[in-house]
T-cell receptor
Framework: DADVTQTPRNRITKTGKRIMLECSQTKGHDRMYWYRQDPGLGLRLIYYSFDVKDINKGEISDGYSVSRQAQAKFSLSLESAIPNQTALYFC????????????FGEGSRLTVL | AQSVTQPDIHITVSEGASLELRCNYSYGATPYLFWYVQSPGQGLQLLLKYFSGDTLVQGIKGFEAEFKRSQSSFNLRKPSVHWSDAAEYFCAVVTPGFQKLVFGTGTRLLVSP
């Protein structure tokens, strides 16, 4: 089984719908991240969390919210999806003592029609 | 703010030829730099990282990178490219306190027969 698991892997939805992307990890890491990948733009940070009581906005948090339900779970929500949120979303984790390496899930491809 | 520039969007290399992918960073202090690879349909995998010491670092899959402070560069190289190296490559720099990674826009490598 993967260390960082994202569900769903693919989702097609309509404008205005609420969508939740889930991430769970078995690495025991404290830090979890949500990135968005768009062609030509690389990966941009949406939100990150250092523990269940610590949530931080990244560079593109507008239109998104997150929940850290437990150390191992970090969910990303789109309250009212819009077409320009169509993208590939990645969850990643990092240990507190590590010097920077992130461990990524396989991604969740979201299409908003 | 920290930033990373990857000037090449696409690069095509013949199988067996050498490869160099460019990365330039903007950072006030000694940077901690990374190269990640994303194979089609996969998450990102760490190729190598530079923190200090020897400016030539070795990574997995036969890749290496050289840190050049005078040029603010951290270029990725491989002496002989294999068809399986076709992927997207991302350079990244970590922010102070190792809180998060800032990624470049990526370079897509195509390998021709």
């Amino acid at each position: 089984d993967a260390d960082v698991t994202q569900t769903p892997r693919n989702r097609i939805t309509k404008t205005g719908k609420r969508i939740m992307l889930e991430c769970s990890q078995t690495k025991g890491h404290d830090r979890m991240y949500w990135y968005r990948q768009d062609p030509g733009l690389g990966l941009r940070l949406i939100y990150y969390s250092f523990d269940v009581k610590d949530i931080n906005k990244g560079e593109i948090s507008d239109g998104y919210s997150v929940s850290r339900q437990a150390q191992a779970k970090f969910s990303l929500s789109l309250e009212s999806a819009i077409p320009n949120q169509t993208a590939l979303y990645f969850c990643a984790t990092k240990g507190q003592g590590d010097t920077g390496e992130l461990f990524f899930g396989e991604g969740s491809r979201l299409t908003v029609l | 703010a920290q930033s990373v520039t990857q000037p090449d969007i696409h690069i095509t290399v013949s199988e067996g030829a050498s490869l160099e992918l460019r990365c330039n960073y903007s950072y006030g202090a000694t940077p901690y730099l990374f190269w990640y690879v994303q194979s089609p349909g996969q998450g990102l995998q760490l190729l190598l990282k530079y923190f200090s010491g020897d400016t030539l670092v070795q990574g997995i899959k036969g890749f290496e990178a050289e840190f050049k402070r005078s040029q603010s560069s951290f270029n990725l190289r491989k002496p002989s490219v294999h068809w399986s190296d076709a992927a997207e490559y991302f350079c990244a720099v970590v922010t102070p306190g190792f809180q998060k990674l800032v990624f470049g826009t990526g370079t897509r490598l195509l390998v021709s027969p």
